[in-house]
T-cell receptor, first 109, second 117 residues
Framework: GQSLEQPSEVTAVEGAIVQINCTYQ??????LSWYQQHDGGAPTFLSY????GLEETGRFSSFLSRSDSYGYLLLQELQMKDSASYFC??????????FGKGTKLSVIP | DTGVSQDPRHKITKRGQNVTFRCDPI?????LYWYRQTLGQGPEFLTY????????KSRLLSDRFSAERPKGSFSTLEIQRTEQGDSAMYLC???????????????FGPGTRLTVL
C-alpha cells in the first residue's frame, strides 16, 4: 500500500516563498508528482520527480529525496492566484496515482 | 477545446437509482483513469484503461460500479443502486504513456459532481 502525508493548510504572504512538504510510505515507489487544484476546478499537473534532486519549472520547483522518503514543492514569488490545494501523488508500481490529502495554500496580501 | 471533457457536470439522484457518467479523453491519449474525490480529500483511484482494456480496478470499486471504454475512445462509469455514500466528485483523467514516467502526468477533466439524496 501507499500513504502520503502533507500539511493540511499553509498560509503565506504575497511575494514570499512557501514550501509544501510531502512524506511517503510506499512499496515499489516510482516517482513523486505534484498537482494543483483550485476550488471547484480540476487537478492540474505541476511537476514530476523520478530521481533525487530539484526540478524547476518557472516559479515552481519540486524536490525529491528517495533515501528520506520525502519531497517538497517550492513556490516562489507567490501570487494571489496561487491560492489553491496542492497534492503530492505517487505512481508506484502501476500507472494509477495515489494522492495525499492535499495542502490548502492561502496567499494573503 | 481539446482537453478532457465530462458529462454531466452535475447529477442529483435519489438513493437506489442508477446513474451513468461519460468521459471524453484527449484524443491521442491511450490511457484513461477514473478517480473519486470527496471534500477535503485527494482524488482516489477507481480504475483505468489502456486503450479499450480495463487493466486495474480499486477495491473501492464495488460490484455496483462498472466502467467501459468501447473502441478505446470515450468511457462511461455506471453506478447502480446508488447510495448516499456515493456522493462525490467523479474525475476522469487521460494520459499518453510510452514510458512509465509519462504516466505521472495526467490530464483531468472538470468532473461530475454526484449528489445522492
Amino acid at each position: 500500500g501507499q500513504s502520503l502525508e502533507q500539511p493540511s493548510e499553509v498560509t503565506a504572504v504575497e511575494g514570499a516563498i512557501v514550501q509544501i512538504n510531502c512524506t511517503y510510505q510506499t512499496s515499489g515507489f516510482y516517482g513523486l508528482s505534484w498537482y494543483q487544484q483550485h476550488d471547484g476546478g480540476a487537478p492540474t499537473f505541476l511537476s514530476y520527480n523520478a530521481l533525487d534532486g530539484l526540478e524547476e519549472t518557472g516559479r515552481f520547483s519540486s524536490f525529491l529525496s528517495r533515501s528520506d522518503s520525502y519531497g517538497y514543492l517550492l513556490l516562489q514569488e507567490l501570487q494571489m492566484k496561487d491560492s489553491a490545494s496542492y497534492f503530492c501523488a505517487s505512481g508506484a508500481g502501476s500507472y494509477q496515482l495515489t494522492f495525499g490529502k492535499g495542502t490548502k495554500l492561502s496567499v494573503i496580501p | 477545446d481539446t482537453g478532457v471533457s465530462q458529462d454531466p457536470r452535475h447529477k442529483i439522484t435519489k438513493r437506489g437509482q442508477n446513474v451513468t457518467f461519460r468521459c471524453d479523453p484527449i484524443s491521442e491519449h491511450n490511457r484513461l483513469y477514473w478517480y473519486r474525490q470527496t471534500l477535503g480529500q485527494g482524488p482516489e483511484f477507481l480504475t483505468y484503461f489502456q486503450n479499450e482494456a480495463q487493466l486495474e480496478k480499486s477495491r473501492l470499486l464495488s460490484d455496483r460500479f462498472s466502467a467501459e471504454r468501447p473502441k478505446g475512445s470515450f468511457s462511461t462509469l455506471e453506478i447502480q443502486r446508488t447510495e448516499q455514500g456515493d456522493s462525490a466528485m467523479y474525475l476522469c483523467a487521460s494520459s499518453f504513456v510510452r514510458t512509465r514516467d509519462e504516466g505521472n502526468e495526467q490530464f483531468f477533466g472538470p468532473g461530475t459532481r454526484l449528489t445522492v439524496l
